[in-house]
């Protein structure tokens, strides 16, 4: 049961509702691609929070391509041992991990004591907040905590083989089953939350204006969308 | 040659009363809606004063504008680079009580109160929580005619620079009007902070416009552009600003604040210019310099090598002769009365001003002997001091506003010896001489200034759709759209012709 469901249908039903969900809301909701800014109600909490969550969740996004997308082979061939990648994702994960952690927080806590940006706060907004906090702090848990004190857990044997399985559509879903309780639920979780990007405001992570170094400083349009004479 | 057309707007600062009935029209047509309240496209400032909102000309806070690094034109807030890495929080921006926390009263107690000793009262309720507010602190205008005195006027930026010659001696106090709409400059920063390309100039007329799809809400126009005339609507996370009233201008009609005008200080028309030279106009080294060189970048609607060139590249027939009678091509490249709004921010802003002639001089012992070049040594004892005209209006060169004054204050002596005569001629002379300009020319300005009427003041060619426009292709698509194909949607049968 556990085996089919949760790590071979389960993670497919979250991709499919993020693609097509994603799509949807671009084509049909193409206005509300951003993440709506309470920035001019509130600004000295929002420097703390936003800006260490989002650096803190850019490293921790680049730390779990490192262990989970990059096979443990990649690190064989370059020379570094497993005593060596732990340290290095000990200490980087749990500094990326307290880095999102202490952001989320300062952020909720804003959100929750300052009236006007309260006020417009939506249950989207406590939704996502809350789940990756406990995501987050699941995380920075395991990478801190129980790595150091139980079991250095060897994700790279498991959960990266099994992750990386589900995008050739052969999941190595028995790979899961032995794997820590703890693990499971970040897991589980983490693909419950890809499935609710397109429903709330991380969304924008898809608006990021990658091509504005590149283009023109000054934009001149025609009246008429479509005449580019 | 880069021809391009850009509607432009003067504002004769000696004719406003202060009335804010451009604000108010505005605002009823453009920005009463939940999310816009604290917004005023158009507003009136009275100057000295923090302004709208709060201290909006300090560069050093909001960062907005252009600035020269290592011979370059830099946005002052930093370039994409620096924006991208700092996305997650804009340190620039302003804060909604910059402007203020916009409110109502709590008109229905005054209904529903029980019968009681005292009268109800309406309690003011934030229009942002839908809480009471104990008091509010600041609103529009709260500082209007110098309301707030001596706590209020030393927050203006132009006055903290020019301390020394300001006082505050209730005999020597001084105030204009100054009102503002968004700029529509040629080298808007605005545009160019804009992460998502929302924001751009239109081609056909220069108005500056934020595309609501494109827009993404990052915020780094707010404070990008140095007039803080982008807005954030904090209903629909986007931004919004001034759009010169488009809708009203394509049809040829002025815009509402202009329309609305009691004292009829605004002036609209079309001008031409070479868009190839705008950075270079932009990028003059010496602040001073840049108001010569954005004139360097308008061109002669009456030079035929121009006419033939602006005909070639798609400026139609009625706007090459609307740019001919415009008044703005007249007061501000022709006579050089109206100046740029700040030239210093290197945006080159296209709402031109005429600095203010009106309040009384200083230490004018015998007015009967100011006759004509009593004038000369006059006008730099100006009531408003000419280096606060200069701070706003020509980045510190007190001769640009010099030159501007003597020529205001000649047309006044030449007009008034014409009407009712008694001066000497001679001296009239020498003060036309020192404002270099003639009585043909004054009498031009005069009647522009005081008398033009509607079709003078507001010379605005229609959007002509039909030139540029499939209109076969159009027919029956617009109104009901979803239905109909929408407009601008290449849809079989309607297969749009090639040549357009």
Redesign the interface.
């Known amino acids: 049961m556990e085996q089919i469901f949760w790590w071979t249908i389960f993670p497919y039903i979250c991709g499919a509702i993020l693609i097509v969900g994603a799509f949807y809301r671009f084509i049909f909701r193409?206005?509300s691609?951003?993440?709506?800014?309470?920035?001019?109600?509130?600004?000295k909490w929002?420097?703390m929070g936003?800006?260490i969550?989002?650096?803190g969740i850019i490293f921790a996004f680049i730390g779990h391509v490192m262990g989970v997308l990059i096979p443990i082979g990649v690190y064989e061939a370059l020379g570094i041992n497993e005593h060596f990648y732990h340290f290095g994702a000990i200490a980087g994960g749990g500094v990326a991990g307290l880095m999102v952690v202490f952001g989320l927080v300062v952020m909720i806590a804003r959100k929750l004591s300052f009236?006007?940006v309260r006020?417009?706060t939506t249950f989207a907004d406590y939704f996502t907040i809350g789940l990756l906090l406990i995501i987050a702090a699941l995380g920075t848990y395991m990478t801190l905590i129980f790595s150091t004190t139980v079991v250095a857990y060897e994700y790279r044997l498991t959960i990266g083989p099994w992750f990386r399985s589900i995008f050739t559509f052969q999941p190595l879903s028995n790979l899961m089953l032995g794997i820590p309780p703890l693990f499971k639920v970040h897991v589980v979780l983490s693909f419950f939350f890809f499935a609710s990007i397109p429903f709330t405001q991380m969304i924008?992570m898809f608006?990021?204006?990658?091509?504005?170094?590149t283009?023109a400083?000054?934009?001149?349009?025609?009246?008429?969308?479509?005449?580019k004479? | 040659m880069k021809i391009k057309a850009q509607v432009a707007m003067v504002m004769h600062l000696d004719k406003c009363i202060g009335c804010h009935t451009c604000s108010v029209t505005c605002k009823n047509v453009w920005t009463n809606r939940p999310g816009m309240e604290y917004v005023w496209y158009n507003n009136v400032e009275t100057r000295p004063g923090p302004g709208y909102p709060k201290e909006w000309e300090n560069t050093d806070r909001y960062k907005g504008g252009w600035v020269m690094r290592n011979g370059k034109l830099h946005l002052r807030a930093g370039g994409p680079i620096s924006k991208l890495a700092n996305i997650f929080y804009n340190p620039n921006m302003a804060e909604m009580d910059d402007f203020y926390e916009p409110w109502t009263y709590d008109f229905q107690h005054l209904h529903q109160s029980p019968k009681k000793e005292h009268l109800p009262v309406a309690r003011p309720i934030s229009m942002i929580t839908g809480k009471y507010i104990d008091k509010p602190e600041w609103g529009p205008n709260w500082d209007d005619d110098l309301a707030g005195g001596s706590e209020i006027v030393p927050m203006d930026p132009n006055v903290q620079k020019l301390q020394e010659h300001i006082a505050m001696e209730y005999e020597k106090t001084f105030m204009m009007y100054l009102p503002r709409i968004c700029e529509h400059c040629l080298n808007p920063s605005c545009v160019a902070s804009c992460p998502s390309g929302a924001l751009y100039k239109r081609d056909e007329d220069g108005i500056v416009l934020v595309d609501q799809d494109a827009c993404r809400g990052w915020r780094f126009c707010m404070n990008g552009c140095p007039y803080h005339k982008v807005y954030y609507n904090w209903n629909t996370h986007k931004a919004e600003k001034c759009n010169f009233c488009y809708p009203r201008t394509e049809a040829g009609l002025p815009t509402i604040c202009s329309e609305t005008c009691v004292g009829r200080i605004r002036y609209i028309g079309v001008v031409l210019y070479d868009a190839d030279r705008v950075k270079e106009a932009a990028s003059v080294e010496d602040p001073k310099d840049l108001y010569e060189a954005q004139l360097s970048v308008f061109l002669d609607p009456f030079d035929p090598e121009v006419i033939e060139e602006a005909q070639k590249q798609g400026i139609n027939h009625s706007w090459i002769e609307s740019a001919q009678s415009s008044p703005v091509y007249k007061m501000a490249m022709k006579w050089k009365i109206a100046l740029p709004l700040h030239p210093e921010y290197r945006t080159l802003p296209m709402v031109w001003y005429v600095p203010p002639l009106s309040p009384i001089m200083n230490h004018i012992t015998n007015e009967q002997e100011l006759t004509a070049d009593g004038y000369i040594p006059a006008v730099d004892q100006m009531r408003i001091p000419m280096e606060y005209l200069a701070s706003l209006l020509a980045a510190d060169d007190t001769d640009v506003i010099r030159r501007v004054l003597l020529k205001m204050a000649a047309m006044r002596v030449h007009m008034r010896e014409k009407t009712v005569g008694g001066a000497d001629k001679l001296k009239i002379s020498k003060l036309l001489e020192e404002a270099k300009t003639t009585p043909e020319e004054l009498e031009d300005m005069a009647r522009l200034l005081a008398v033009a009427k509607y079709n003078e003041r507001f010379v605005i060619p229609t959007g002509r759709r039909e030139m540029v426009e499939d209109l076969h292709y159009k027919q029956g698509a617009c109104s009901i759209e979803e239905l109909a194909p929408a407009e601008g949607m290449v849809t079989y049968p309607f297969e749009r012709s090639e040549n357009q």
């Open positions: 193409g206005k691609l951003y993440a709506p800014s309470t920035e001019i109600f509130e600004k929002l420097r936003s800006v969550f989002h650096y009236p006007k006020v417009h924008h608006s990021f204006p990658a091509r504005y170094p283009r400083p000054q934009q001149y349009r025609s009246r008429n969308g479509y005449d004479s």
